[in-house]
């Protein structure tokens, strides 16, 4: 009796112990299942400003990340911004002046959370006569964006550096990068203004082109005050205002995400070619070019705010009439 009794006792004591953990685990179940399980949906181009999202997309096919995402990639801006204004997408990554754009045409509906990707544009030639920005007096050069960012980009830093862009040099414009490449290919010596990685593609077919100035750091050497900025990460105001979280967790993932690519560009550059459709082996080179970031609070305002002033300096229609107010720039 005595050994039936202390078999029933240990009996009890171990489906009570066995009812606490199922218990426990039941509270835990709970308390993730609590947490916001909104998907978000991000839209992105095919280049530089969406390569630093890649490691991300790659990570939620495994089921690696924290949060939930639907991504969709577009080749031109203006096949996500109407998704975004109709709320078909909560984030987009856009050229930064059509961010600016876009908060203006929807009465302040946007915010920028980050900047994506610093200055892309390269100042490239078939020799070795350009050193410096003055160098470009008197030359030719081929290139492509008249009436936008790269041409307005182009004109600030010759100016700043002492030279008239209409009188001091012959700016030769072509509808496609491909057209630059193409006549550089025809031209001996031949100079162009080109965004990478158009520049990278360029130098697989022309072996003697050589990048002769990174326009990036020209314009931070004419005004360190300011920086190029080639492209932003907004999300839709009432998004954020109702999921201040879960855009905490997002911004966490896409940093490692963006540090990640930049960091390993071999590795990243399958990813690149499967989510955003650029070739591996012109990935894998132009990504130490792309100058793909992320950057955010006050920083982001300081680069962002004066990159903006420039381009409405020299065309406000550029970033649309007017220049955006403080609440264009996300504060977590």
């Known amino acids: 009796m005595k050994t039936t009794k202390r078999f029933l006792l240990l009996a009890l004591a171990l ?33 530089p400003t969406t ?49 600016s754009v876009l908060y203006n045409k929807t009465n302040g509906g946007v915010q920028v ?13 078939r020799g070795n006569s350009i050193s410096s920005v003055a160098d470009l007096k008197g030359k030719t050069i081929y290139a492509t964006g008249k009436g936008t960012t790269p041409e307005y980009s182009l004109r600030y830093i010759l100016s700043k ?19 630059v490449v193409a006549q550089l290919a025809n031209t001996e010596g031949g100079i162009a203004m080109l965004p990478q990685p158009f520049v990278t593609v360029a130098q697989n077919q022309i072996t003697e082109l050589e990048i002769a100035l990174n326009l990036n750091d020209e314009w931070s050497a004419a005004d360190d005050s300011t920086s190029m900025v080639t ?36 590795e990243a550059a399958p990813w690149v070619e499967a989510k955003i459709g650029v070739k ?29 002033g420039v381009l409405f300096e020299q065309n406000a229609q550029s970033v649309g009439g007017k220049l955006p107010a403080d609440d264009f720039y996300y504060e977590a």
């Open 161 to 179: 550096n002492g030279l008239d862009p209409d009188e001091d040099v012959e700016i030769v414009w072509k509808t496609e990068a491909t057209e």
């Open 280 to 308: 591996a082996p012109i990935a894998q080179k132009a990504i130490p070019y792309c100058n793909i970031s992320h950057i955010t609070g006050a920083d982001m305002k300081a680069k962002l705010s004066g990159y903006l």
């Open 15 to 47: 489906i009570m112990a066995l009812s606490a953990f199922y218990s426990c685990d039941k509270e835990e179940e709970k308390e993730d299942k609590s947490a916001d399980e909104t998907v978000i949906r991000i839209g992105g181009l095919k280049g």
């Open 231 to 266: 492209g932003v990460t907004i999300v839709r105001k009432e998004f954020a205002a109702e999921h201040p979280e879960l855009i905490k967790a997002f911004l966490a993932e896409y940093k490692a995400s963006t540090e990640y690519i930049v960091a390993n560009p071999a």
């Open 51 to 99: 390569m630093g999202l890649v490691k991300l997309m790659e990570d939620f096919s495994d089921k690696k990340t924290a949060c939930n995402y639907d991504f969709k990639v577009e080749a031109a801006a203006d096949a996500l911004t109407p998704l975004l204004i109709k709320g078909e997408l909560d984030m987009i990554a856009i050229p930064a002046n059509v961010a």
């Open 113 to 125: 959370l980050a900047i994506n990707t610093l200055g892309v544009l390269y100042i490239v030639e």
